[in-house]
Structures are given as C-alpha cells and as structure tokens.
C-alpha cells in the first residue's frame, strides 16, 4: 500500500469558518413524499449500506458479513468486494465519475482513510491524528473528510494547495462529508446540544436544519447543488433532499429508518434502510426530482 504523506509543514492550515459568515436556516417550501426506490443487498450480507453514486451509476458503499464489515462496488448490479488488504474492516464511502473511490478502514492501530485508484490503495493519515476518515472526492481529486487529534474533532479537505481543515465556530465536532466540482462542501457539526448541517460555498457558511427535526446531517451534494442527507424527525430517521431551497423527505415505505446517503449529477439518490428484523437494505431512487 502507498502512503499518502501529510507532513506538518506541506502547507497544511487549520481553517475556521470565518465569523462573519452568515448563519441562517435555508427557506423552505414544501415538504414532499418519496418517490419510488430500487432496494439492493450485497448477498449474504445482514447490512448492505450505499454511500455514494457516480453518474454512470456505479454504487460505492459498505456490508456487513459473517467475516467483518467490507466495502463494495457495483456495476450494473454486479457487486464486487472492496478491502484494504490486512483488515477486517472497510468502508467505501465516495467515488468520482474518474471511479477513484474514498473511504476508512480500521487496524490495530486505529481508523485510517485511503484512496483507491487504477487497482491501488493509497493509505491517508493526517499528522498526529489518532483517526482519519476519506469521505468523498470530486472529479479534480479533492479529498474531504474527517480527522480527530489532540485538537479536536474536525473536518478536512485534501487539495493541489495542501491540506485545510475545516472547524465550524464553536462546534465541538465538524466532519466534511461531500464535496462537488465547484468546491461547495456539505457536512454535519455538533454545536453541543444537537447536530445541524452545513454548507460552505463561495466563502459562505450556512446551516442546514430540516423544519422541526431535532438533528440534521447533510452528506453528498452534486454539481447541481442538490444535498442529501439525514434528518431525525416525528415519525423517526429519515432522508431528505434539498433543491431550488425546497426540503423533501424520503422514506421507504414501512421502513423502521431511512438514510440519502448519495447524489449524482442525473439526481440518482442512493441510501439504506432498516425492515422489522433488524436487517439493513440498500435503495436507488430513480426520480430524486
């Protein structure tokens, strides 16, 4: 496996969300029904959780097995195993339209994150980081993630200027969970009391919250700016999309939870879900708008 570098002083920067930026709660004008899904498991598996969608529609996540927890690639609903040699636990959790894929594994040694790219691991660690995740990458090889060290919990992101991590002001927890080709990054902070989600776009910070739920998580956003994500809200977990400022939830239904987990450019969503026996299934939304 190569190892991807991140030495303190190749201009890696800590970078704070400024102040002065503009906190606010997007409008929101209805709130929709789901539209119709796919549902998919990796065989034999007892959890099978999607993560992230290019737009030739390969599906990048990861499974759960008698053997440990895997990563997982499917192509024309063909699945093939993806684990970092060595481990017992991988997790897919982005792919580009280039098919480089993002993710996390876990050693002895603690959680690392890692790119896959032409057939090879590529292990990142950021400096003194006692845990790394890689949680998405867009088409010009940005990198965006999460990292925990003696500092605090805080995202990351992975660009040709080096390495800049991403604090939300005040927050006890910040992780980048998405990012598209323009930049725009989504995530999720934890401000204390709950978890709100945010975007960082053109220099601009602004909170995510779907209307009347109690925590908020935004995951994926593609170059439309369309964000999926997690909501906890009356009737429970749900997913949700956000675009043109307009929240929709999506629930399978009779399912015990609901998770967007994934976006692409043709507004393919993938996610999971939860059934009455405590098994987790994948989903493909084909008509996200």
Avoid: W
Wanted: net charge negative; with cysteine; hydrophobic share 35%.
């Amino acid at each position: 496996m190569e190892v991807l570098s991140l030495q303190p002083n190749s201009n890696a920067s800590k970078f704070v969300l400024p102040l002065c930026a503009v906190l606010m709660g997007i409008p929101v004008r209805a709130m929709g029904a789901s539209s119709s899904s796919t549902t998919f498991d990796v065989p034999a598996a007892s959890v099978t959780s999607p993560t992230g969608i290019n737009n030739r529609g390969t599906v990048v996540g990861l499974f759960t097995d008698s053997e440990g927890t895997h990563g997982f690639i499917r192509t024309k609903r063909q699945f093939k195993n993806l684990d970092v040699p060595g481990t017992n636990s991988t997790e897919a959790q982005g792919i580009n339209n280039r098919g480089q894929i993002v993710g996390q594994f876990n050693d002895a040694s603690g959680q690392h994150g890692f790119l896959f790219s032409k057939e090879e691991f590529t292990l990142i660690d950021l400096p003194g980081a006692s845990l790394t995740g890689a949680l998405d990458i867009n088409d010009g090889g940005d990198i965006v993630g999460q990292v925990r060290d003696a500092s605090g919990n805080d995202g990351f992101l992975i660009s040709e200027g080096g390495v800049i991590r991403i604090r939300v002001p005040s927050a006890v927890l910040t992780a980048a969970y998405g990012i598209n080709d323009d930049g725009d990054i989504v995530g999720t902070f934890n401000d204390g009391n709950t978890f709100h989600g945010f975007l960082f776009s053109k220099g601009q910070f602004t909170t995510i919250d779907v209307p009347g739920a109690s925590l908020t998580n935004a995951l994926k956003i593609n170059n439309a700016g369309d964000i999926v994500g997690i909501f906890n809200g009356s009737t429970g977990p749900q997913g949700f999309l956000l675009s043109n400022g307009r929240f929709t939830a999506i629930a399978v239904p009779d399912a015990s939870f609901t998770q967007a987990t994934g976006i692409n450019d043709r507004g393919q969503i993938v996610g999971s879900f939860g059934d009455s026996e405590g098994h987790q299934h994948g989903f493909e939304n084909q008509q996200a708008h």
